[in-house]
């Protein structure tokens, strides 16, 4: 079983400015894979991000990169120039390797863009 | 290609009754599971089915069944409804197990009277 924890459960940031979530995780799988998803006002999950754990390389997408800190069990996500659409719920969740307890998340961060 | 398709998206029920769910796979997509969303207990995992049989189950009761069909669409059921149960049911489908990317569905709200 793993958990997850977010410790800010909202955060504001400038347009333009970057901003980073926090994220710490518990699992005890030596395989497993970590994901940021994002959920707009709309409500429709989608993926950020996904790092597989035992790639040592942060992953990135555009203007969305992590901080994987594998012994430190940390799994930041960073969002540079910040734009308005990013305004959303920001979930950090945990996946062991074989699936089988489905995606544990964390209780979310209110992202708030100040235009 | 059309996304994760949840029916109905809202829903209001009272203590007792029981509910059925309905999820509709992104094309191609074999592996559907569900997830409660509720501000308290934030997602958690219910299940997820692949080829119609059930892979694996989270922590709820046994009131919370589901199914999946051959056309890989799914339904979930939840019988004799408490009021603790009013909560965004998700669906997500997924092409590969295991690694392979959530693909949500919009939700449907159930509100429990």
């Known amino acids: 079983a793993q958990t997850v924890t977010q410790s800010q459960p909202e955060m504001s940031v400038q347009e333009a400015e970057t901003v980073t979530l926090s994220c710490t995780y518990d699992t005890s799988e030596s395989d497993y894979y970590l994901f940021w998803y994002k959920q707009p006002p709309s409500r429709q999950m989608i993926l950020v991000i996904r790092?597989?754990?035992?790639?040592?390389q942060n992953a990135t997408e555009n203007r969305f990169s992590v901080n994987f800190q594998k012994a430190a069990k940390s799994f930041s996500l960073k969002i540079s120039d910040s734009q308005l659409g990013d305004a959303a719920m920001y979930f950090c969740?945990?996946?062991?390797?074989?699936?089988?307890?489905?995606?544990?998340f964390g209780k979310g961060t209110h992202l708030i863009i100040q235009p | 290609k059309a996304g994760v398709t949840q029916t109905p998206r809202y829903l209001i029920k009272t203590r007792g009754q029981q509910v059925t769910l309905s999820c509709s796979p992104i094309?191609?997509?074999?592996?559907v599971s569900w997830y409660q969303q509720t501000p308290g207990q934030g997602l958690q995992f219910l299940f997820e089915?692949?080829?119609?049989?059930?892979?694996n189950k989270g922590n709820f009761p046994g009131r919370f069944s589901g199914r999946q069909f051959s056309n890989s669409r799914s339904e979930m059921n939840v019988s004799t409804l408490e009021l603790g149960d009013s909560a965004l049911y998700l669906c997500a489908s997924r092409l590969r197990l295991n690694t392979g990317e959530l693909f949500f569905g919009e939700g449907s709200r159930l509100t429990v009277l």
């Open positions: 089915y692949f080829s119609e049989t059930q892979r």
């Open positions: 094309s191609g997509h074999r592996s």
């Open positions: 969740a945990c996946q062991s390797g074989g699936g089988a307890d489905g995606l544990t």
């Open positions: 790092q597989e754990a035992y790639k040592q």
